[in-house]
């Protein structure tokens, strides 16, 4: 991958500066939910691994990290953190471009907000996880009878468009977990804010599943 070390740098810090500040905790309680069940040169795939920040805790434990992004920019900022084996590629499109059973665990932590519906994440980690596999993430949480959907203005992307995000029920999980033949672990609900002031909050929950 063709890159400018500087640039790369530049958003590496201003990635993971925005998440300290907006205090985005769902990398380290998706570890504390996993980490008993995790060996140290254990291998484990990222889905959607955006600047690596949801497996450093995993990487530093000593587990060998993998990744997926639809980012190429992401994917660099990846790489100058040593993690080499990272494909681009869309969450949303399958066949994942690895082959089955070929993962002790993945983790998925910041990405799946971004879409409604999750079943080809749930589809392909079922696929590429060993039997006895965790698939650790984070969702945006939500009771039943709240929309699905919230949209984040200008202000909190620091972009010119308002982004939509979606939360996902305890119902919802439950029905992808059992129909990819997992099992729940461990869960954990939890705040995230939209913004550095941390006045527009939105719960989250995090799972851990095991694969059957």
């Known amino acids: 991958m063709a890159r400018d070390d500087n640039q790369v740098k530049t958003l590496l ?3 993971e500066e925005e998440a300290e500040a907006t205090g985005w905790f769902g990398p380290e309680v998706v570890f504390g939910l996993s980490y008993a069940y995790v ?3 254990d291998l484990m795939l990222d889905i959607g691994i955006g600047t690596g920040l949801g497996s450093d805790l995993f ?10 992004d639809n980012s ?14 990272l494909q681009l590629h869309d969450l949303r499109i399958s066949p994942y471009p690895y082959k089955s059973f070929s993962y002790d665990h993945a983790v998925c932590t910041g990405v ?17 996880l060993k039997a006895g596999g965790l698939f650790a993430f984070v969702v945006g949480d939500r ?9 984040v203005g200008p202000e909190h992307t620091h972009t010119d468009e308002p982004v939509t995000m979606y939360r996902h029920s305890q119902e919802e999980i ?14 954990l609900p939890f705040t995230m804010f939209l913004d550095r ?16």
């Open 13 to 15: 810090a201003a990635y």
């Open 39 to 41: 060996q140290s040169n």
């Open 59 to 68: 990487r530093k434990a000593g587990l060998e990290i993998h990744g997926m």
């Open 72 to 85: 190429q920019q992401m994917l660099e900022a990846c790489l100058s953190k040593g993690i080499k084996s």
């Open 112 to 128: 799946m907000n971004f879409y409604r519906d999750l079943s080809v994440i749930f589809k392909e980690g079922a696929r590429l």
């Open 143 to 151: 009771a039943e009878n709240e929309p699905a959907e919230i949209v």
């Open 174 to 187: 439950s029905i992808w977990v059992e129909n990819n033949h997992f099992r729940l672990m461990r869960s």
């Open 197 to 212: 002031e941390q006045i527009r909050k939105v719960e989250a929950k995090a799972y851990v599943i095991r694969k059957l």
